[in-house]
């Protein structure tokens, strides 16, 4: 398998804006590049549940639409949350606050580490995975983030 790249929620947020503002258009861009270049685009079903909320509560009908479309545009694009990853979140989580790492408020369900989760849970394990974000600093301690703009398609 070649690379595969998960998206973050931030990323999937910005898919969802309407064409003409510049970072989402350079997001969509970049997604057309790097399917181009054969790696492989998931969408966590934590970062749809995460922008699909806000966008839900927005009454932003037509981003949502987006969203679906961006979704089903790719087979297998869409990566369900599973009790593995779930579980594995959990470890995660847990290991981070006993070292003393704080992701997120104490309170918080903590989506980064979720998605990190659902990416280290792809199967089969590809040869190359990474999540692309906005914010690789409290993803890198869980699997290999990296800011989307230096991803090379």
Not at 33 to 41: D, E, T
Not at 70 to 98: C, S, V
Not at 136 to 146: C, D, G, I, K, N
Request: glycine share 6%; hydrophobic share 50%.
């Amino acid at each position: 398998m070649s690379r595969v790249t998960v998206l973050d929620t931030g990323l999937l947020g910005l898919v969802t804006k309407r064409r003409g503002l510049a970072e989402a258009d350079a997001i969509r861009a970049w997604v057309v590049a790097c399917l181009a270049a054969g790696a492989q685009i998931l969408v966590p079903e934590i970062a749809d549940y995460e922008v699909r909320c806000e966008l839900v509560r927005a009454g932003n009908t037509a981003a949502v639409a987006r969203l679906d479309t961006f979704n089903a545009d790719e087979p297998d694009r869409y990566l369900p949350l599973t009790t593995t990853a779930i579980r594995l979140a959990a470890d995660l989580w847990a290991q981070a606050r006993n070292g003393g790492w704080a992701t997120a408020d104490p309170q918080a369900l903590d989506g980064g580490v979720i998605v990190a989760a659902q990416a280290l849970t792809v199967q089969p394990v590809p040869t190359s995975l990474i999540v692309a974000t906005t914010n690789a600093a409290h993803l890198s301690r869980y699997v290999t983030a990296e800011d989307w703009r230096n991803i090379v398609p």
